[in-house]
Nanobody, 114 residues
Framework: QVHFVESGGGLVQPGGSLRLSCAAS????????MDWYRQAPGKQRELVAS???????NYAESVKGRFTISRDNAKNTVYLQMNSLKPEDTGVYYC????????WGQGTQVTVSS
């Protein structure tokens, strides 16, 4: 069974940084595109960043230049380094295998506030 466990969230001041991690199980991790999503209060879940099996990346315009997605295939883990955080980055962050519609993990809460 496919399973994702996100961690690393927390409360941070504007301008601060966080590094999120997502451990995947039940899949041959190295083969798949992995995505990070976020859901702000009262809003729909949105795609933030993607990374292919070969390491190519894509980002939402709102996070370009501030967020970096990476992966460690040996650890079945995808990361999201978030710098220069803004209050509008607040939300629950989830990882997901692209395309397959797997069940969502519990997510990790990120709150950017002074």
């Amino acid at each position: 069974q496919v399973h994702f466990v996100e961690s690393g969230g927390g409360l941070v001041q504007p301008g601060g940084s966080l590094r999120l991690s997502c451990a995947a199980s039940g899949i041959i991790f190295r083969l798949y595109v992995m995505d990070w999503y976020r859901q702000a209060p009262g809003k729909q879940r949105e795609l933030v960043a993607s990374i292919t099996s070969g390491g190519s990346t894509n980002y939402a315009e709102s996070v370009k230049g501030r967020f970096t997605i990476s992966r460690d295939n040996a650890k079945n883990t995808v990361y999201l380094q978030m710098n220069s955080l803004k209050p509008e980055d607040t939300g629950v962050y989830y990882c997901q295998r692209a395309t397959y519609g797997d069940s969502w993990g519990q997510g990790t809460q990120v709150t950017v506030s002074s």
